[in-house]
């Protein structure tokens, strides 16, 4: 999408914690990071996508934007909401593609289209053989709604939604540029509660999967097999838990990783298999269950895979006059969101 205006302040609403980036370019279009806030939420605020403590949300947004003007925000719908499809159609104006696309998402999407918001983009055209593909995406009214009420009523202005899988996207393609044709790349984005894989080939979204797992399944094992609290649990996985770690701490986080690691590997075989794409080149992770060194190893070893993290620094160096460096310390791999939402333009351009 062509891009203009002013940037809008990133708001990733997730789980286990609300981040906030805002990013400013200047004439040259260099960019820094002016503002980072995190916010963690108590356990259950958001259960399987829905929102079930709104107050503790509204709460956090009023104390990351205490005394901030700049109101004017991008936020992310979870994945639970959400379908992204990728369809093949004739090749047409886009007069007639917007005239077409809500009959095509009657037959793609299982939800009643008129619960949906529907967006579509034409990724590649295939002139030869008459055909492009267009990635359509059907999100539920209702949760944007919710969303955005939340961010109304914290005295916020929502301009646009968008989801992980592509927020990550952005933030990779302006970290290290427009991605190699020639080259498969996954984009692994491990939350607390989901994971979103986003596989970019011939420089286009080529397939995307969530996957109702993340960080919270290995806290919740470590509670489980040791009998402690959930902020127990929690600090021993982060290594932040005063004291000795349990023994079992590492192993029962490698067990719960392997089947995180083997769901993955499953969706790139699954790739492999139906798209003649015969290659992965390259996985980078986001999130912040990408600090678990074990997820690496695992799907490296699995995948046959050079495996890196998405470095959201290289979009944007926090400003030392107003970010302080140690509040993004340990929290980069959880603002890569963020960071995407917060490229975002207040005026922004479908292409023709
Ligand atoms: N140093 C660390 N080591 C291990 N796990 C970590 C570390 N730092 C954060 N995490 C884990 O990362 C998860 C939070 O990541 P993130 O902020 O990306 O999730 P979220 O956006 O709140 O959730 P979701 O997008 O899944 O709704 C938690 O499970 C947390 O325990
Ligand atoms: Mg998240």
């Known amino acids: ?35 980072f806030g995190y916010h963690p939420l108590p356990p259950q605020t958001i259960v399987d996508g829905h929102i079930m403590n709104a107050g503790a949300i509204v709460e956090g947004l009023e104390r990351l934007f205490h005394k901030v003007k700049r109101r004017d925000v991008a936020l992310r719908v979870s994945g639970h909401s959400v379908i992204i499809k990728k369809i093949t159609m004739p090749v047409m104006t ?26 579509y983009q034409v990724v590649s055209r295939r002139e030869d053989q008459g055909q492009m593909d267009v990635l359509l995406v059907a999100a539920k009214k209702e949760e944007i709604g919710d969303l955005t009420n939340l961010a109304l009523e914290a005295k916020l202005r929502p301009k646009v939604v968008d989801l992980d ?93 392997d089947s995180l690691a083997g769901e993955i590997q499953r969706s790139l075989d ?20 990408a600090n678990v060194q074990a997820l690496h190893d695992e799907i490296a070893e699995r995948c046959q895979v050079d495996v890196v993290s998405l470095d959201p620094l290289l979009v944007a160096q926090p400003d030392p006059k107003s970010v302080d460096p140690m509040a993004l310390q340990g929290r980069t791999a959880q603002a890569v969101v963020a960071y995407g939402l917060a490229l975002r333009k207040d005026r922004e351009r479908r292409p023709a």
């Open 165 to 257: 899988a592509f927020s990550v996207q952005n933030c990779f393609e302006s970290a290290y540029g427009e991605p190699d044709p020639e080259q498969t790349i996954v984009l692994l984005h491990v939350g607390a509660s989901l994971t979103t894989l986003n596989i970019l080939a011939q420089g286009t979204t080529a397939f995307t999967r969530d996957v109702v797992n993340g960080g919270n399944a290995i806290t919740e094992e470590i509670q489980r097999q040791l009998g402690i609290s959930q902020e127990e649990a929690e600090a021993y996985k982060c290594g932040s838990a005063q004291g000795i770690v349990p023994d079992e701490v590492p192993q029962i986080t490698r067990e719960v990783v």
């Open 1 to 35: 999408m062509a891009s203009e205006g002013k940037n809008l302040v990133g708001v990733d609403i997730g789980t286990s914690s609300i981040k906030v980036c805002e990013i400013k370019e200047d004439r040259k279009g260099s960019r820094s990071l002016v503002r």
């Open 270 to 289: 699954f790739y492999l298999a139906t798209s003649g794409d015969r290659e992965i080149h390259k996985v980078y992770v986001s999130g912040g269950t």
């Open 94 to 119: 886009s007069a007639e593609l917007a005239e077409q696309i809500n009959w095509e998402a009657e037959q793609h999407i299982p939800f009643e289209l008129a619960d949906v918001q529907i967006d």
